[in-house]
């Protein structure tokens, strides 16, 4: 393990070998070797310019969309938290919001000020750098629709890029190497108030009625294929409710995995490998992780 003079001088917190299944959805996985939480921009700036060659950085979030493999994570494990970044602030026609702030949160502060087009962030689990860094959607809307501009932390500096350099696809984006969302700037539409905070009730019972949101469980599993819905191939394949040691297959939502209690990382990915492997003989599609999955085996 790295000592820990060998990382830069930070006012944040720095904790060697922390466990990270607190940190997820799923609540397993291994520890981090070096878990960091920068104290600002500044730190996080610093963290990136003079970490040690070769010292891998890994950015979590929320952690509702990621498997931690059991033997954790190597490297430096950056988590943002606090006021520092996770600040939201109405901005004329927009919300400025920090990365660490939830996306639901953005949402209700959107409505709050009479501003739609950011209902569909209260139906997506996470938070606003990991939506920007993943193009996060839901309900017919992305991120890419409404990012006027994100602010991304570089070992070369902190850098604004709007939207149309960040190269966004389907659940991705190109942000600079080594980059960190610590910022975005997202553009909302006037509205009545009212219409779009029941659009946004709408969407958070059809949410509770048709997902296990109070489930350990990390999201959307797999990307729709072009042409299918990934749950519907999940289905076609009769892997709904499908188990493997703790782990299983949502019978609410197939594209759901869950910790049923006492799952393993090692379970949750080998339960969605062998899906893979059901709905690739049964339809001849190949489903594409949409959850990432970081780290070693145990």
């Given amino acids: 393990m ?18 990270l299944a607190p940190f997820t959805w799923f609540r ?3 520890p981090a070797e070096w878990l960091v939480r920068p104290a600002d921009t500044d730190d996080l700036l610093l963290l990136l310019r003079d970490l040690p060659a070769g010292m891998r950085v890994t950015v979590i979030g929320a952690a509702s969309n990621l498997i931690i493999r059991d033997g954790g994570l190597r490297g430096v494990v950056v988590k943002l938290a606090g006021r520092a970044f996770g600040d939201i602030a109405v901005d004329g026609e927009g919300i400025v919001a920090g990365a660490a702030a939830l996306d639901a949160t953005v949402a209700e502060h959107a409505a709050a000020a009479g501003l739609g087009g950011l209902e569909f962030l209260c139906g997506i689990p996470g938070t606003i750098g990991g939506a920007v860094a993943m193009n996060a959607g839901a309900y017919g809307s992305e991120i890419k629709d409404c990012l006027e501009w994100a602010e991304v932390a570089t070992p070369r500096g902190l850098r604004r890029l709007p939207a149309a350099e960040l190269g966004f696809a389907y659940r991705k ?18 509205g009545d108030a009212a219409a779009i905070a029941a ?20 999201g959307s599993t797999f990307k729709n294929p072009p042409g299918h819905r990934a749950w519907q191939l999940v289905d076609q394949a009769g892997c709904r409710g499908l188990r493997q040691g703790g782990a299983q297959v949502s019978e609410l939502h197939a594209n759901f995995l869950l910790n ?28 594409e992780w949409e959850i990432k999955r970081l780290g070693e085996p145990a």
């Avoid at 990382?7 to 070998?17: D, F, I, N, S, Y």
């Fill in 2 to 19: 790295s000592s820990h003079a060998a990382l830069p001088p930070l006012r944040g917190r720095v904790q060697a070998g922390a466990p």
């Fill in 199 to 218: 659009r946004m009730a709408e969407i958070r019972a059809a949410r509770e009625a048709t997902q296990p949101v109070r489930s350990r469980t990390g």
């Fill in 173 to 190: 984006a190109a942000l600079p190497e080594g980059g960190v969302v610590v910022r975005a700037r997202l553009r909302g539409v006037p």
């Fill in 260 to 287: 049923t209690g006492g799952a393993t990382a090692a379970d949750i990915e080998g339960l969605g490998e062998e899906v893979r492997a059901r709905v690739k003989a049964a339809t001849g599609v190949e489903l």
């Fill in 28 to 30: 397993v996985g291994g």
